[in-house]
């Protein structure tokens, strides 16, 4: 309805475009973590990266001058920060990634559609968004789609079941966390840019969980330096491109589109996971998958198109 007015059609476009490009680059996770995880914990695979961008978001910020006057107009909103990066993207990336550890990546693909169900509604109750019968019905398409592309997972023994269970928890509240982050972001928005506002938040982030990982995995350090060039490329990958590039484009995205839309396109990223694996590693796509990137694609088009024409 509004989109077009107040943004213009070419930057919605622009908005869309950033999307996409965020949601491939969020596909490649699995296959990154995948590869770290024989030589670092699950804490240092969540972290590490994370650190590592922070510091090159410092490096940036400063190039850019007025770095001392940004921190200072970050240190007034702290409380929002420090929101933004412990219920945000602390609990986000722990939790997935000590989840998927403890469950498996089916169960993560899976539980990740409950990203932006929880989104739309953290948006209905922070940001007052409205939550048309078109969105519920565009969410609630996109599920089904997702669950079409889920392979369907197997019985497991009692024992690995429990501990099965304690993992999918922790893939739920690490879905919430990402959730948050990405409607509560919109508000540090009206004041910092995008750049700032992912710096910050992982600069607290980075504050309060290193003291943790030194605690609970005390031979991180040590097992960074084994790591082979292939791992040091996911690590990079992990670093610039998924907490990095990926995020920026998220947060510009939503300076121009309601946080439900953009919520609504990680739904995208399985799609893009499976084309993923039918290109680079020749895996086959079932009917079925087929049949739910299709669902997904149309939910997702569908939305986009009409949303702002209600």
Known sequence: MFLIRSFGRGQFLGAILMLLIANLLWAGQGVAVKLLSGRLGPLAIALFPLYGITLLGSGLLAIHGNLTERFRAAWRYRREFFLAGICGQLMAQVGMTLGVSWSTASNGAILSLLIPI???????????????????????????GVILLSPIHRATSPGTRVHEIAGNWLIAIGCFGSAFY????KRLLEHFNGLETLFFSYLSTTVFSLPILFLLEPDCVRNLSRLTMTQWSAFSYLAILLYGVSMVLFLRAIESVDTILASASLYLMPIFG????????????APHALLGSGIVLFATLILFRYDYAL
Do not use: D, K
């Open 118 to 144: 929880f989104g739309a509604i953290i948006a209905v109750w922070l940001l007052r968004e409205r939550l048309s019968l078109l969105r519920v019905s565009a969410l609630l398409m996109g599920f089904a």
């Open 182 to 185: 990405n409607v509560y972001s």
């Open 274 to 285: 499976v084309a993923l694996a039918f290109t680079i590693l020749r895996e086959r796509i």
